[in-house]
């Protein structure tokens, strides 16, 4: 579902004399349909830059990024908003949303725009809010001013809304109670289930030995000659 090869990446720093930092070299990886990848490596290896360049908010210098037929590194725009409409999911460790827009139409939202009638997004956003404990009372105000882990439940409910065939996971359990963790950890178990190619990162061990199936160690893609 998920197979990248050969990826390259240099960032350059525009504001110190357009010096070229690569940070990535030759990154495969391939991820199937029900299977979950846990990127691993130490702090600045590049997991998040890989997951960035998967769901092509950076662009990779060289080599293939297949998502469901799509090769997102040399996709046209329109194309990359198609693939992110319908096939590919990405749960960020932020949430950033529209100011006042309620938190059921927040969740709702990836839904209407795959065609879902609007009774039957808002149903199952409801259910999906409920079953992470975001009391009801909350659900018709705008999550900006919700708790950190709030937040990020919110953040999963909208990504899991939707049943993306490949979904990208950054961090999902990292500020949330062990009950919740526990529910977030069954929606991804669930997700496999059902199918879905998912990579993720997980500082949290013990969540990574549960939920996936390998780890590929970025390191191993770490320039070796620096520019
Ligand atoms: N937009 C950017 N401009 C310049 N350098 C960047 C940019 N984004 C990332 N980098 C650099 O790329 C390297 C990899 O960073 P990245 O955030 O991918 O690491 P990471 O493995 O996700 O780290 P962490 O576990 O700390 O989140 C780092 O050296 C970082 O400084």
Same mark, same amino acid.
């Given at each position: 579902?998920i197979s990248i090869e050969n990826v390259?990446?240099?960032?350059?720093?525009?504001?110190?004399?357009?010096?070229?930092?690569?940070?990535?070299?030759?990154?495969?990886?391939?991820?199937?349909?029900?299977?979950?990848?846990?990127?691993?490596?130490?702090?600045?290896?590049?997991?998040?830059?890989?997951?960035?360049m998967i769901y092509g908010?950076?662009l990779a210098?060289a080599g293939r990024i297949m998502v469901g037929g799509v090769d997102v590194a040399q996709a046209a725009p329109?194309d990359i908003?198609e693939l992110?409409?319908?096939t590919l999911?990405?749960?960020?460790?932020?949430?950033?949303?529209?100011?006042?827009? !309620? $938190?059921?139409?927040?969740?709702?939202?990836?839904?209407?725009? &795959?065609?879902?009638?609007? #009774?039957? %997004?808002? +149903? =199952?956003?409801?259910?999906?809010?409920?079953?992470?404990?975001?009391?009801?009372?909350?659900?018709?105000?705008?999550?900006?001013?919700?708790?950190?882990?709030?937040?990020?439940?919110?953040?999963?409910?909208?990504?899991?809304?939707?049943?993306?065939?490949?979904?990208?996971?950054?961090? !999902? $359990?990292?500020?949330?109670?062990?009950?919740?963790?526990?529910? &977030?950890?069954?929606?991804? #178990?669930? %997700?496999? +289930? =059902?199918?879905?190619?998912?990579?993720?990162?997980?500082?949290?061990?013990?969540?990574?030995?549960?939920?996936?199936?390998?780890?590929?160690?970025?390191?191993?893609?770490?320039?070796?000659?620096?520019?």
């Amino acid at each position: 579902m998920i197979s990248i090869e050969n990826v390259s990446k240099s960032f350059v720093l525009h504001n110190q004399g357009a010096a070229r930092i690569p940070v990535m070299e030759g990154a495969t990886l391939a991820v199937a349909r029900g299977e979950c990848v846990a990127l691993v490596g130490a702090s600045g290896a590049g997991k998040s830059t890989l997951m960035r360049m998967i769901y092509g908010n950076y662009l990779a210098a060289a080599g293939r990024i297949m998502v469901g037929g799509v090769d997102v590194a040399q996709a046209a725009p329109r194309d990359i908003i198609e693939l992110r409409r319908h096939t590919l999911g990405f749960v960020s460790q932020f949430l950033r949303v529209v100011p006042r827009v !309620p $938190t059921l139409a927040v969740v709702a939202e990836p839904l209407l725009a &795959v065609g879902t009638e609007r #009774a039957v %997004a808002e +149903a =199952r956003a409801a259910e999906l809010l409920a079953r992470l404990n975001i009391p009801e009372r909350l659900w018709l105000l705008s999550p900006t001013t919700f708790s950190g882990g709030e937040q990020q439940r919110v953040n999963i409910a909208r990504g899991f809304a939707h049943e993306y065939p490949a979904l990208l996971l950054d961090e !999902p $359990t990292a500020s949330l109670d062990p009950v919740n963790r526990e529910i &977030v950890l069954e929606m991804i #178990a669930g %997700a496999k +289930a =059902r199918g879905a190619a998912i990579i993720g990162i997980f500082h949290d061990a013990e969540a990574r030995m549960r939920v996936a199936e390998r780890e590929v160690d970025v390191t191993a893609f770490t320039p070796r000659v620096a520019a």
